[in-house]
């Protein structure tokens, strides 16, 4: 639609941290946040995942479709 709107979180949905200098990128319907920085002293480790069809995140401990597992340790 080429426009913002704030998104409504409900009681008990994941709520993710205030963050900047994180990753995203977009893939099929969802959005994917990793890292970032919290109040310039914390980095994250984390990863958000923003669901577009249900506009709610969910904690990053799905693995996206286009991955079939973690590369073999070197």
């Known amino acids: 639609s080429g426009s913002w709107r704030e998104i409504q979180i409900q009681e008990g949905d994941v709520k993710p941290l205030c963050r900047s200098g994180h990753s995203a ?38 693995i996206p479709d286009y991955i079939d597992g ?5």
Do not use: A, H, W
Request: aromatic letters at 14%; glycine letters at 10%.
């Open 25 to 62: 990128v977009t893939y099929g319907n969802k959005m994917y946040i990793f890292g970032g920085i919290l109040e310039l002293t914390k980095e994250l480790n984390d990863m958000i995942v923003f669901d577009f069809e249900q506009m709610r995140f969910v904690q990053g401990e799905e």
């Open 70 to 74: 973690s590369p073999e340790r070197r």
